[in-house]
Each structure stands twice: as structure tokens, then as C-alpha cells.
T-cell receptor
Framework: NAGVTQTPKFRILKIGQSMTLQCAQD?????MYWYRQDPGMGLKLIYY???????DKGEVPNGYNVSRSTTEDFPLRLELAAPSQTSVYFC?????????????FGPGTRLLVL | SQELEQSPQSLIVQEGKNLTINCTSS?????LYWYKQKYGEGLIFLMM?????EEKSHEKITAKLDEKKQQSSLHITASQPSHAGIYLC???????????????????FGQGTILTVHP
């Protein structure tokens, strides 16, 4: 299994541009998550999904959108990039069969908005 | 919302020394996770604790959840350069759901502890 994969690894955007961060998992996990990590701030949840077609907001959803058309994929969309969105983005997944389960993380996407 | 405070924020030790990282919560912890992150990489799962007093070990790393379930500690014995990285604690938000139900595994994370081990 490849686990959780993310593309691209690094991207520079200009203010106002849009892009999609890709996330895929091959473990047949039901739950998927998007977090952002700012220096010295830990990780904050942006959006999450409990299954195909079901998504919900996390702690910091403003400026982002998600979709979950398949179990495997959970892309994160930035419509109008802002400098405040400069961060490292992590995708994670878990089975979701019990209340507390291990989340498996992807390698991250570093985004710089100038 | 549940706040998690890690201490210290950074730690520099000589190889072979023992060390402890703490994670303190403002509310009762329901599922406490420890992850390790190397710079530029994703998070690697270390351990999960659920019950008060629970203690788990993996190689030279031991984690414990205190009886009152509001603090966890991560202890590394005889540290090695391979232990260097950022250690993050994460907590399940189950306790935040009014009227019960599931938190769907949403985690709140501490700010991380940067560990440097000098050979």
C-alpha cells in the first residue's frame, strides 16, 4: 500500500490564484481530514469527511473547499489564495470504525502565497 | 475548544540522556495520540492512550496518561540522534460534542516540541 499520498509537494502561488491540493489513500479508509500546520502552532483541522459525498467544516475552513466523490480521493481547493494561507497542508485518513483510531498522515504540501 | 499545551517547546539533549515531554489539556482527554514529525515530512504515529493510568512503550519511548486524564507524558530513555524531530500530542474532541455522539476522530493538536539530540 502507498498509504496517504499528496501532490504537489511544494507550490508557490500568487495572491488571488487558485489551486487544488490532491490527497489519495489506498487503505479503504472512510474518514479523511485536511489539516494545516503553521510554525509553532501545531495542526488545525480545515475540513473532514466521513465517507464519499459527506464533508463538514473543521476549525479553520474559511478560504477552502473540499469534495469527496470517491472513497480514495479528498482534494482541497483554494479559490483565491491569500498570504495567510501560506502553510504546510497535511491530509490524513482513518478507518472510522471505532471512536478512537489511528490517523495516518500524508507527507504534506508546502504552499507559499506571495 | 480543547486546548493542548506542550512543554517544553524545544529541548536540546546530549546523546544517551533521558528526557520527558509533557502534554497538558484544559479538559478531560478522550484518546491522546503522540506523533513524531521529521522536518519536511508527515506525521508518524507513535502511540495512543485512552484510559487513565495507561502506559505504553515502544522501543525506548514510553507514554503515559495520568489518572485524571488531563496530562500525558512522553519519556525517551537513552536518547539517540534518530529521536530528533518534532513531537506532537493530539487529542480526540469527543468530549466537546454536546449531547454525546461522535467527534468523527477530529483531533486537536498541541504546538509541538522540537527535540535536538547531539551526538
Amino acid at each position: 500500500n502507498a498509504g496517504v499520498t499528496q501532490t504537489p509537494k511544494f507550490r508557490i502561488l500568487k495572491i488571488g490564484q487558485s489551486m487544488t491540493l490532491q490527497c489519495a489513500q489506498d487503505m479503504n479508509h472512510n474518514y479523511m481530514y485536511w489539516y494545516r500546520q503553521d510554525p509553532g502552532m501545531g495542526l488545525k483541522l480545515i475540513y473532514y469527511s466521513v465517507g464519499a459525498g459527506i464533508t463538514d467544516k473543521g476549525e479553520v475552513p474559511n478560504g477552502y473547499n473540499v469534495s469527496r466523490s470517491t472513497t480514495e480521493d479528498f482534494p482541497l481547493r483554494l479559490e483565491l489564495a491569500a498570504p495567510s494561507q501560506t502553510s504546510v497542508y497535511f491530509c490524513a485518513s482513518s478507518y472510522g470504525r471505532t471512536p478512537q483510531e489511528t490517523q495516518y498522515f500524508g507527507p504534506g504540501t508546502r504552499l507559499l502565497v506571495l | 475548544s480543547q486546548e493542548l499545551e506542550q512543554s517544553p517547546q524545544s529541548l536540546i539533549v546530549q546523546e544517551g540522556k533521558n528526557l520527558t515531554i509533557n502534554c497538558t489539556s484544559s479538559k478531560t482527554l478522550y484518546g491522546l495520540y503522540w506523533y513524531k514529525q521529521k522536518y519536511g515530512e508527515g506525521l508518524i504515529f507513535l502511540m495512543m492512550l485512552q484510559k487513565g493510568g495507561e502506559e505504553k512503550s515502544h522501543e525506548k519511548i514510553t507514554a503515559k496518561l495520568d489518572e485524571k486524564k488531563q496530562q500525558s507524558s512522553l519519556h525517551i530513555t537513552a536518547s539517540q540522534p534518530s529521536h530528533a524531530g518534532i513531537y506532537l500530542c493530539g487529542a480526540d474532541r469527543h468530549s466537546q460534542i454536546a449531547g454525546g455522539g461522535t467527534s468523527y476522530g477530529k483531533l486537536t493538536f498541541g504546538q509541538g516540541t522540537i527535540l535536538t539530540v547531539h551526538p
